[in-house]
């Protein structure tokens, strides 16, 4: 069992950063797919950012340029770097990963990942 946790959520006014990060017991990040999502209330869940095992990431169209996804694989620890944050980013903010190998077209797909953190929130005001 892959255990995740989410930190470094909060409260930011918009155009500013936020960093989150995921620890994850058990795997070694290097041979896992991660990602970050997040949902809104009353909205669906989105992928937002995902990195496979050669370290390829994609981003959402509304985060490119802004977020950046990253692991520090000695940590076991997946970061969320948040800059120029905007109102619609808030949400809460999930980490995933999965053992398998997603094809990167993929890992904004939140089916394709087995494992989930509990999240942590983000708001951004205006």
């Known amino acids: 069992q892959v255990q995740l946790v989410e930190s470094g959520g909060g409260s930011v006014q918009a155009g500013g950063s936020l960093r989150l990060s995921c620890a994850a017991s058990?795997?070694?990040?290097?041979?896992?797919?991660m990602g970050w999502f997040r949902q809104a209330p009353g909205k669906e869940r989105e992928g937002v950012a995902g990195?496979?095992?050669?370290?390829?990431?994609r981003y959402a169209d509304s985060v490119k340029g802004r977020f950046t996804i990253s692991k520090d694989n000695a940590k076991n620890t997946l970061y969320l770097q948040m800059n120029s944050l905007k109102p619609e980013d808030t949400a809460m903010y999930y980490c995933?990963?999965?053992?398998?190998?997603?094809?990167?077209?993929?890992?904004?797909?939140?089916?394709?990942?087995?494992?989930w953190g509990q999240g942590t929130q983000v708001t951004v005001s205006s």
């Open positions: 058990t795997y070694t990040h290097s041979s896992v797919c």
């Open positions: 990195i496979d095992r050669d370290g390829v990431a």
């Open positions: 995933a990963a999965d053992p398998q190998r997603i094809w990167v077209g993929y890992l904004l797909t939140g089916g394709y990942y087995h494992y």
